[in-house]
Every structure is written in C-alpha cells, then in structure tokens.
C-alpha cells in the first residue's frame, strides 16, 4: 500500500521544550542574529557551513509539522525501518532537517534514534530551524520493511562477478579491500569494511537476492520487540510511531498495541502503512503509488485521519499527484491560538496530506555522502565538509521544494 494514514494523539505545539520558534526566510536573508543559535556563533566550522547555507535558498519553514499536514504539505524523510547506519543517518537527518522536512522517520533502535536527533540538533546549530518530528517504525508480524540480507562470502565462487554487489542501492555488500564500486571506508573509523553484506546498511529491499546466480543470499526477518519501543518512546526525543502491519492478523496488532501500553500517550501521531515500494528505480514507481491514490480518492470509505503517499515517491510524485487534484488544493487558515479553521478547498479529491521520500531521497544525497566520504573517511561529519553540505543540500531542496514552496 502506498499511503498512510496517520491518527494524530495528544497533539501539542509545544514538545521537548521547543515551540514555534523557527523562521527561514524564502528570500534566506539570513543576516537578523536571532536567525542563529548562540552556540553556532562560538563555533567557526558552523560558520563556514553557514555562509555556505546563506547562498541556497531554504523553504518557508513557518509551519509545526502538524500544521503542514492540515495543509497538506507534509514532508517525511524516510530513513528506513530496517537501516541502522548511524553515521549516514545523522549526516542525512541533518541535511534534510536543514531543507525543512517535518518529520524523519527510522528505525526503532536506541542508537539510530539518537543519531537522527544528532543531526537535526547539528542543522539546528547552522540555521535556526524548527524541529522536526522523529518517528519510529514497528512492526507487529512479519513484513518486508524488517528484514536484512545475508550470505556467507567464503561459500561464493571466486569468479562471481557479484552482481549482488551492484544491485545493492544501499552500498551494503562489499568484499573487504576488493569493492568494485570504489568506496573506500576509513579504516581509522569505527565503520570498517567488512566482507559479504555490512548489515546495518542493509534496509531489506531484497534486491540481491534474485540476482545471485548461486542462489547463496538469504534474507533474515525479525520482529521488533515491543517492550524495548515502549522504552524507546519514553524518552523525550521520539515524537511519533508507524506501525507496519498487513491488516490481516488482529491479534498480532492487539498485542504489540497492548505491550506498548501507556507509552503510546506520549506520542503525537501515530500511522500505519503496509507494502513497500521503492521511489529510486524510476518514474514507473511513482505511477503505480499515485494510482493507488487515485482508486483511493474514488473510495467511497477511506481511512480516517491524514493520508501520506509514500513509496515509489520520486522527483516526479508532486507533478503526478497535481495533474491527479489530488495535492494541495485545500487551504488553511490559521489563529494564533494554534486553531485552524479551512478557509476553502477547491478539490473534493484533495485528499494527499503529504509525501514521504525513502529510497529516493537518500540515493540523491547519498551520492554527495558517498563523494565525501570517499575523501574524507567513512565517519565523516557532513556539516565539517560544507562544500558538500552544500551539494547534499540543494539535491534535498529540488525534493522538499516543490513540496513547501507553492
Ligand atoms: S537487501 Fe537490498 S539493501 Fe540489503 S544487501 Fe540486498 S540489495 Fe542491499
Ligand atoms: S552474487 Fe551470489 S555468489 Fe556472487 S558474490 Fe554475490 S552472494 Fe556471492
């Protein structure tokens, strides 16, 4: 299923301490002090990455996440259910926190939460922006979002040609000192290179596994452990959950929601979704997930709460969805206590309250990654590199452009 309907909870505009406090002019004339943290200002890297930043020019970001989607120009970074790469999803949160997404969502893992956090506080030094939602995905049974490849190396044949190593869109199979691909990761950091499949670069897209003509990958399911998200979604920092769940097994849903308990009244929003679909294998995806918004739109019963398109969404996902009615056609107005009142809408089929970008969005700016990396070692900080903080960030903006500035 390519869209995801979200049930807001205990909705607040101030969480963590943070309200709406974040202003990025369209026109970036980023010259008022109070548009920079005082922390940045101590610090001359953030500087560098600053004047930098200063020649792009950022989204409007005026909106809480909950607002955009009341106007239907939500954006969510996907990072992937199943990736655990802490030190690309740090550098990718943070450039995406600095093109205005309102929500990053990741894998329901201590450490990958705190790195996502890592990176929108590391954006939030360079610009002062609002925060955006983080969200964690789980799962109440199998589903192909948690799985990861697998294949012992030793057992391939010398004269493989390892296409397996060429399909991987996450660069996660690699032949320790023998990558074909010529990534080099710094030996120095603690992301060594390792034979066969680096498993938390592998998000399970099952790529590899039809193209090993020695039928030697096998792919690995797991469930995430509910007791350890309760915990996770206690901390202050985890705003939002998405369960993936295929509909068909109520009790298994009972239960996961059951050990969850009363953590869940700590979120603000929680989805659901189901089938994946990847955006980055090119413009057929994204037909077949805006079609599936169009036989939505004729549904006489829907989902209730706000409905997300998310994958197969690509650079060419806003224009489909435009041609269809099926974005941005509502207006809201809004109070200043934070109500909203919809001052008109202009489509009965207006039914998208925003996209998520997964695969797509993490191959256009993991290519910058992957350049800076390759100069500069595997555990590189994007914002210590702003010639490429630059570069991974107008390839985020031609994606959350479109989105935001209408
Ligand atoms: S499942 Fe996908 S991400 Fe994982 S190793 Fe295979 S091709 Fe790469
Ligand atoms: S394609 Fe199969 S046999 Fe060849 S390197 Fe990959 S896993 Fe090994």
């Given at each position: ?35 920079w ?6 610090n001359?890297k ?17 909106s ?13 970074l ?16 943070l ?29 939030r ?10 969200m ?11 799985r ?11 004269d ?43 998000y ?50 009972k ?46 019963e ?16 806003i ?88």
């Open positions: 299923m390519a869209v995801r309907s979200f049930c807001t909870t205990n909705i607040s505009t101030q969480h963590h301490g943070y309200a709406a406090k974040f202003h990025v002019s369209s026109s970036l004339s980023l010259t008022n002090s109070h548009m943290s005082s922390t940045t200002a101590r001359s953030n500087k560098c990455a600053q004047s930098l930043v200063n020649t792009v020019v950022l989204p409007s970001i005026s809480t996440p909950l607002e955009s989607l009341h106007r239907g120009n939500w954006i969510k996907i990072c992937g259910a199943s990736f655990e790469d802490v030190v690309d999803i740090r550098n990718l949160s450039v995406y926190t600095l093109a205005g997404v309102d929500c990053i969502d990741c894998a329901a893992d201590a450490s990958v939460v705190s790195a996502v956090n890592e990176g929108i506080e590391a954006a030094d360079i610009v002062c922006l609002r925060r955006p939602w983080v964690i995905s789980v799962n109440d049974d199998k589903d192909l979002h948690f990861k490849a697998e294949f012992d190396p030793e057992d391939c044949p010398a493989c040609s390892r296409p397996c190593e060429s399909v991987c869109p996450a660069n996660a199979i690699s032949f320790q000192g023998k990558s074909t691909l010529g990534i080099s990761y710094n030996t120095e950091a603690p992301r060594v290179l390792k034979d066969g499949v680096i498993t938390e670069r592998c399970g897209c099952g790529r590899c596994l039809p193209v090993c003509p020695y039928d030697k990958i096998r792919e690995v399911t797991y469930v995430r452990d509910a007791i350890t998200t309760a915990d996770l979604i206690k901390r202050n920092d985890v705003d939002a959950m998405e369960i993936h769940t295929s509909g068909r097994q109520s009790t298994l849903f239960e996961l929601w059951s050990a969850l308990g009363d953590s869940v009244g700590n979120l603000r929003l929680i989805a659901l979704d189901g089938r994946p679909m990847s955006g980055d294998i090119g413009r057929g995806a994204t037909k077949e997930s805006i079609g599936f918004a169009v036989q939505l739109a004729k549904a006489k829907r989902p209730p709460g706000f409905l997300q398109l998310a994958g197969g969404t690509n650079a060419h996902t224009d489909g969805l435009k041609k269809e009615g099926l974005f941005q056609t509502t207006i809201t107005e809004y109070s200043h206590d934070d109500t909203s009142t919809i001052s008109s809408s202009d489509s009965s089929h207006a039914l998208i309250s925003g996209i998520a970008y997964g695969g797509y969005a993490r191959k256009i700016v993991g290519r910058v990654l992957r350049s800076m990396q390759s100069q500069h070692g595997g555990s590189a900080s994007v914002e210590d590199h702003p010639e490429h903080l630059l570069m991974a960030l107008k390839e985020a903006l031609a994606l959350v452009g479109p989105v935001k500035c209408l």
